[in-house]
């Protein structure tokens, strides 16, 4: 027979490994309960973002049949009155300069991607297409006389931000991601001025960045469909 001091071992040693079985069950079960948990919060939130594209995609085509109803309305207002016709051409040239229209016509395509990793370059982040270098070239567009532009289908306005958020790039507070294309529409003979030797597009190119540019008789741009807010503009006539 065992003795008292033997048997209070076994009993600990079986205790201990209860213990131990114990907390390995417990530790099991709560990342089951965590992962089901994730899982439930990801797909509620999956079904939610679902649920606001459908009501944004039903919310802008009411508003794009109100649009149209409202240039039928204002086309049937005018056909007849002068003064009303040259208002209606103001309205039409001020939506083409703010951006509120579709339009198309000659221009270039410039294409930016990141450039391929080689271990013999150290700087991997010069490959990268960043929103500055996008900037270089909306800027360098604008100076040669762009009428309008638009990145990966963005149309730029007034009130276009373009920046880096984290390794994501926002344009209209939209993410877009490599290739990036920018269309511009204007005369093409200037515009294509920007693939110049020693110009931004060939700086890129030198630093291993993906760079393409196009020439075309008839480039699309889509219009803005944002909302342009003057917050801290105001008319010197207005009291």
Do not use: W
């Not at 919060?41 to 009501?55: A, D, G, H, N, P």
């Not at 360098?140 to 963005?154: H, P, W, Y």
């Not at 373009?162 to 290739?179: A, H, Q, Y």
């Not at 003979?189 to 760079?211: M, Q, Y």
């Amino acid at each position: 027979m065992m003795n008292k001091k033997t048997e209070m071992i076994i009993f600990g040693i079986i205790g201990f490994i209860l213990a131990i079985a114990i907390v390995v069950q417990i530790n099991t079960v709560n990342r089951n309960g965590t992962t089901v948990s994730s899982n439930q919060t990801e797909s509620s939130l999956k079904t939610q973002v679902l649920r606001m594209k459908e009501r944004y995609e039903s919310q802008y085509a009411e508003l794009e049949k109100a649009d149209e109803e409202l240039q039928k309305i204002r086309q049937e207002a005018t056909s007849n009155n002068a003064e009303l016709l040259e208002l209606e051409s103001k309205i039409k040239t001020d939506n083409l300069l703010l951006g509120n229209t579709d339009v198309k016509g000659p221009g270039i395509s410039i294409t930016l991607t990141d450039g391929a990793s080689d271990n013999q370059i150290l700087d991997t982040d010069s490959l990268i297409v960043h929103a500055e270098n996008i900037l270089a070239v909306i800027n360098e567009l604008k100076n040669a006389g762009a009428t309008a532009i638009s990145i990966n289908g963005q149309r730029i306005v007034s009130t276009t931000s373009i920046v880096c958020d984290g390794g994501v790039i926002l344009v209209n507070g939209i993410k877009i991601s490599s290739p990036i294309q920018i269309l511009a529409i204007g005369k093409v003979e200037v515009l294509s001025t920007l693939n110049r030797p020693g110009g931004t597009l060939e700086k890129f190119a030198n630093l291993g960045k993906g760079v393409e540019i196009k020439k075309s008789s008839n480039i699309e741009i889509p219009k803005y469909t944002g909302i342009i807010t003057f917050k801290y503009l105001k008319n010197i006539n207005v009291k």
